[in-house]
């Protein structure tokens, strides 16, 4: 009862939070959805030099820690350039997840039999119209469960935003926590409060599937 009774107490303070974690999550995946596209074309582009230039980026995002990436955003531009917390952590989350979500989209992009954009192009469609016809539709049936993942995972590392003092979830029980001198309980609070949000964004990624599975029969 003493742990339901911390979990209503502290209802506004973890709410305020959650709201925080929901903005710093939803810029991120929309902004790596974007930035992970252009990465993604420039990973299948047909000059060497390019292709190089952006699988060198995604290598080095992915070979190296988020609160590293963080950090050096955060603190290590510090000496540039002012940036607030709760934008540094938008800045590293895009950077991180779009390495991932470029990948995702490469993969789906490359399933495409090409005789079908061949099809495509023969019957005088544009590179641009065979690619939001064609391609696109396909490759979203076929990417949407691991890019669903990426982008759960994405609200999951926004936890790690705290490390920068972003006022979101996790940093929210740590303070809490400290307080209170009660830890488990609160870190358990926390837990539960992830532990939603993904089983609604699981919820919704499962419902999408169903339904473009449905146009594809």
Do not use: C
Not at 40 to 51: G, I, M, P
């Amino acid at each position: 009862m003493e742990w339901f009774s911390d979990f209503v107490d502290t209802a506004p303070t973890f709410l305020q939070a959650l709201w925080i974690t929901l903005q710093l999550a939803l810029w991120s995946i929309v902004l790596a959805a974007v930035l992970g596209g252009v990465l993604a074309f420039l990973r299948l582009s047909r000059f060497q030099a390019v292709r190089m230039l952006a699988a060198g980026y995604i290598s080095l995002i992915r070979g190296t820690p988020l609160v590293t990436q963080l950090f050096i955003i955060y603190f290590g531009l510090a000496s540039i350039i002012t940036i607030e917390a709760f934008w540094a952590g938008v800045i590293g989350l895009t950077a991180h997840n779009a390495a991932y979500v470029a990948e995702i989209y490469r993969s789906g992009i490359q399933s495409v039999p090409t005789g079908q954009i061949e099809a495509g192009r023969s019957l005088g469609m544009s590179k641009w119209t065979t690619l939001r016809l064609v391609i696109s539709p396909q490759a979203l049936r076929t990417v949407l469960p691991s890019l669903g993942n990426q982008f759960i995972i994405a609200v999951k590392d926004t936890s790690v935003a705290a490390f920068i003092t972003v006022a979101e979830l996790f940093r929210t029980a740590q303070i809490v926590a400290a307080e209170k001198f009660r830890p488990l309980e609160f870190y358990v609070i926390v837990g539960v409060y992830y532990l939603v949000i993904v089983l609604l964004l699981s919820g919704a990624v499962r419902a999408l599937e169903q339904r473009l599975g449905r146009y594809n029969v």
